[in-house]
């Protein structure tokens, strides 16, 4: 099965060659050329212009902290967010995240101690630069920064693609692309021919019990490529400062053959509140932690949401998904996107959610 599992990533480094045009060893005069500018376009279509590749860079984004130390760029990354740097997986891909500095809180960024940090480059998320005042703050600064989205699956393709771009890892951010896109097949491929009445009713957890998937939503998106019927997306549903919650009431008028949650603890709290007791799921002891590596897979600020669709597909079909061993697809994934060997306590940690990010 490993060896399956390896001629699959292959494959996957095979293409994304191809893709790329066969890359080859830089010569001494595309060295020499590392701080000649060049231009890039984010994921709002702005130009922006680097004088070099990046030495250090503020990802003031928890996707695109990810997406840095994937690619390579760990070490020139001495300011982040504190969603980062609470990941202890990435601090063990990454020792030197344990220095960086946490330069935005609740929204805001600290930009005078960018400035004195000598920031090359600035990652940001798209909502950032649709606040006025914190658009303003980064400008002043005169850094060259990049916005990314990442709300849909296709978007997440697009944040890889300029995240690479920016940092000249274009290659890398192509196979990480191909990757994603080749586990969607798989998993599309097989469910097209899994008849309806094998396919459970679901609810997903989001951060809390009651918050959930609306239409649109990458988690309803990603959940949806498995086939299964996401109950929240046939309810009504309640919009609080941009988050979606749902009634435990409507809740068991779904009732859920399956309960999958994103964060950690959740799941044990469903199964012990007594006001929980009730639905199938609960009873049968379908109730599941969806897995955390570096983020919360699944998540919208998640680059492993390939992993999430892969490790449901086998949740809910395991007579179809037989040939998924999910620990195996772990191992490959970090070793062939983070040049990582994750040891099997590591798995179990990453599988049960518990003991993988450092608390608040």
């Not at 932690?289 to 600020?301: A, F, K, L, N, T």
Request: charged share 25%; glycine share 6%; proline share 4%.
């Amino acid at each position: 099965m490993k060896k399956r599992i390896s001629i699959i990533f292959l494959c996957i480094l095979i293409l994304s060659i191809i893709s790329t045009g066969c890359s080859q060893p830089m010569s001494t005069e595309e060295v020499d050329r590392e701080d000649s500018p060049y231009t890039i376009t984010d994921c709002i279509g702005r130009e922006v212009e680097l004088k070099g590749i990046p030495k250090r860079i503020a990802t003031l984004d928890p996707f695109a902290g990810q997406t840095v130390i994937m690619l390579g760029h760990g070490d020139n990354m001495p300011a982040t967010v504190g969603g980062v740097k609470r990941d202890l997986l990435l601090q063990a891909i990454s020792p030197t995240l344990a220095e960086a500095k946490v330069v935005k809180e609740s929204g805001a960024i600290n930009a005078e101690a960018v400035l004195a940090m000598g920031i090359d480059i600035l990652f940001i998320k798209g909502d950032m630069y649709e606040n006025t005042s914190e658009k303003e703050k980064i400008e002043m600064t005169g850094i060259p920064y990049v916005v990314i989205n990442y709300e849909t699956m296709e978007e997440q393709f697009k944040a890889f693609s300029v995240i690479g771009d920016a940092l000249k890892e274009s290659s890398k951010a192509e196979m990480m692309i191909n990757y994603y896109k080749d586990a969607i097949k798989r998993v599309e491929e097989r469910v097209k021919d899994i008849p309806l009445e094998e396919r459970p009713k679901l609810y997903h957890s989001v951060n809390e019990a009651l918050r959930t998937d609306i239409e649109g939503s990458l988690g309803a998106e990603w959940i949806g490529v498995t086939g299964v019927e996401n109950v929240s997306l046939e309810g009504d549903l309640l919009l609080k400062k941009r988050k979606t919650f749902t009634t435990l009431e409507q809740i068991f008028v779904w009732d859920p053959d399956i309960i999958i949650c994103n964060e950690s603890g959740v799941d044990k709290f469903i199964l012990q509140d007594e006001k929980w007791a009730g639905l199938r799921a609960v009873r049968e002891g379908n109730v599941y932690q969806i897995p955390i590596g570096v983020s919360r897979w699944g998540h919208p600020s998640s680059t492993e949401t390939p992993l999430a669709i892969l490790w449901l597909a086998n949740l809910l079909y395991p007579q179809y998904f037989s040939d998924i061993d999910i620990k195996n697809e772990i191992k490959e994934y970090y070793k062939t996107f983070y040049d990582f060997e994750v040891s099997d306590e590591i798995i179990e940690n990453i599988l049960s959610g518990v003991g993988i990010r450092a608390p608040k």
